[in-house]
């Protein structure tokens, strides 16, 4: 590249000494002349070319940097978010709703006996109830901003800005039953004979000097009260348990 301009520098200096001296009283001066308009031309095809490799270079590069930045932020099982990617968005949310004194919502879920469903029909066949677990997931999950997240093994979070425990508690209701719907034969689970989950729901209004992770510890409770509660049911940080009625 650098070649080229100093090349074009050249050939602009040669023509520019031939007008100013106005040196085309002979013949060889008009070939010259010529000679250098030749070049200038071929110099200005070699820059376009260039110019346009250059430009693809820099989509290419564009689109290989957005391949990476998915590639970071996505669970490559489920297509979901991965925690990582969760951690980082859920304290801008958090910060968020401090300065706007809105409300965050979050949504636990834990697979119930997936180790099981494993040990009864392997590994691959437990990676598709993943995918088909989480597709349901984030098919049911429509909240604006709402995020999306594996958190680990066969557990998901969902992150719900703006939205209030009756909201949430609301989309809890329809995962809960949705999976069921899916009717993912699981004869290893000791309560039914299908996949089903465990949902934990938990809500702050988030304040200056809070620690975050005070939202994710109720989420997590709330889960966890949920599972020692008979599983396919959810349940609310502070509030009965709701089952679903099979």
Known sequence: MQEIYLKEEQVILQAEELIEHNKFASEEDL????????????LL???????????????????VSEKLTIASQTDSLTELYNKRYFNEIYQKEWFHAISKKSVLSMIMIDIDHFK?????????????????????????????????????????????????????????????????????????????????????????????????????????HALYEAKNSGRNCYKVSGTLTKFLQM
Do not use: W
């Open 116 to 220: 099981k469903y494993n040990d009864t029909y392997g590994h691959l066949l437990g990676d598709e109830c993943l995918k088909a677990v989480a597709k349901e997931i984030q098919k049911t999950v429509t909240v604006k901003g709402s995020l999306v997240a594996r958190f680990g093994g066969e557990e998901f979070v969902i992150l719900l800005p703006n939205t209030d425990i009756p909201g949430a508690s609301l989309i809890a209701q329809d995962l809960v039953s949705n999976i069921v719907a899916l009717s993912i034969e699981h004869k290893g689970s000791t309560i039914y004979n299908i996949i089903t989950i465990s949902v934990g729901v938990a809500s702050a209004s988030p304040m200056d000097g809070e620690f975050m992770d005070v939202l994710l510890k109720n989420a997590d």
């Open 31 to 42: 070939n010259t002349y010529k000679v250098l308009c030749e070049e200038y031309k071929k």
């Open 45 to 63: 095809k070699h820059m376009k070319t260039v110019v346009k490799l250059s430009d693809l270079m820099q989509l290419e590069l564009k689109n």
